[in-house]
């Protein structure tokens, strides 16, 4: 990790910085790079703690503070800390497996956030249980939730990973129904510890180009375009917040 927060010129503007204020979850994909991450935000204090000194931070701007985990849903002080970050000015986007989501608790959160990121990577339930990610209903779960988001007028946004199980898939079937904010595609995932099992099924550079030609000429909500990221742009963009500090992978 290299800490960045003295490293940064006059009047920079962050679009986003990730902050994973637990490493608890409740699924165990396979891919997942954080299963040995056991950092977490102890307290509320804590939390403003963290905050007010990225608040007091020379030369730099921070527009939107997405909130990830693990799975933040996860996190017992995850509503008072949206509170806090709300409180401080911040955007704020919410970052989950989105398998704990439900009608009642986006009611909730909508009160504090701009959007709900949710991952899926193709668009079928047997596949994506292969590439470890859920159960076996994780797509149609997330077609539902998708809903759910949207009905309370809740920005979506979808992470997808490219591997070696989907990368000839078409997803166009998917955004089109899921319709959301924005789409991030990865080659790799950003995380603080390597992953065996990901470095299996990762795709080359030329098979994440491709992937990215089929897909690229997608318009989203707003005429937003997908923003793919290969293993280098992820390892100078991906920004995240540790104790008050600014890092990257």
């Given amino acids: 990790m290299k800490d960045l927060t003295k490293g940064f010129q006059p009047g920079t503007f962050l679009d986003s910085i990730n902050w994973h204020i637990t490493p608890r979850c409740g699924y165990n994909c396979k891919f997942c790079n954080v299963h040995n991450h056991q950092y977490e935000v102890k307290s509320l204090e804590c939390a403003k703690e963290e905050i007010q000194k990225l608040k007091d931070l020379e030369n730099v701007t921070v527009k939107c503070l997405n909130i990830k985990g693990g799975d933040p849903l996860l996190h017992p002080d995850l509503l008072d800390i949206l509170r806090i970050v709300k ?64 009905k309370e007028g809740i920005k979506l946004g979808i992470d997808t990973l490219v591997t070696k199980l989907n990368s000839k898939d078409d997803l166009h079937p998917l955004l089109q129904r899921m319709k959301p904010y924005y789409w991030n595609v990865y080659q790799t995932l950003p995380g603080l510890y390597q992953n065996s099992y990901l470095e299996n099924i990762s795709v080359s550079e030329a098979e994440f180009k491709e992937f990215t030609r089929r897909h690229s000429h997608l318009r989203l909500d707003h005429c937003n375009k997908p923003v793919f990221l290969s293993k280098k742009d992820v390892a100078i963009r991906y920004y995240f917040l540790v104790t008050g500090s600014i890092r990257i992978y």
């Fill in 87 to 150: 409180h401080e000015g911040f955007d704020i986007w919410l970052t989950t497996n989105g398998s704990l989501l439900n009608e009642t608790n986006i009611k909730h959160f909508s009160e504090y956030i701009d959007g709900i990121t949710i991952p899926v990577d193709c668009i079928c339930n047997l596949k994506q249980k292969k590439m470890g990610r859920g159960y076996g209903f994780h797509v149609s779960d997330m077609l539902t939730t998708s809903d759910m988001i949207h």
